[in-house]
């Protein structure tokens, strides 16, 4: 079975960047469509990003749209979010996913894998 393990959360200041990275263990036979979903505090999860099996197919929550990017390693299964611009509402837990398949607006309950999360704490 696979697990899934985020990191590189923290305390960065607005308009600062951070990167997280989520990396796959276990039994990796197969390549899945991976997202990022993140859940602000006393608030709705929301999709974030979604990239493909293959990675040459990116989707994006439209808040985040042109400051985040979600990239892929397969050799090293690993999966990565590049955060920019960073605004104060981006603050929230980031949980990487395995995804079921690949749709811009996949619903949630489609992840069937859950890393355990990364907190992002964007200060004003």
């Known amino acids: 079975q696979v697990q899934l393990v985020e990191s590189g959360g923290g305390l960065v200041q607005s308009g600062g960047s951070l990167n997280l990275s989520c990396v796959a263990t276990?039994?990796?036979?197969?390549?899945?469509?991976m997202g990022w979903i993140r859940r602000p505090l006393g608030k709705e999860r929301e999709l974030v990003a979604i990239?493909?099996?293959?990675?040459?197919?990116?989707s994006y929550g439209d808040s985040v749209k042109g400051r985040f990017t979600i990239s892929r390693d397969n050799a090293k299964n690993t999966v990565y979010l590049q955060m920019s611009s960073l605004k104060p509402e981006d603050t929230a837990a980031y949980y990487c996913?395995?995804?079921?398949?690949?749709?811009?607006?996949?619903?949630?309950?489609?992840?069937?894998?859950w890393g355990q999360g990364t907190q992002v704490t964007v200060s004003s």
């Open positions: 996913g395995r995804a079921m398949y690949y749709d811009p607006h996949l619903e949630l309950e489609n992840f069937d894998i």
């Open positions: 990239i493909n099996r293959a990675g040459g197919s990116t």
């Open positions: 276990g039994s990796t036979f197969s390549v899945y469509p």
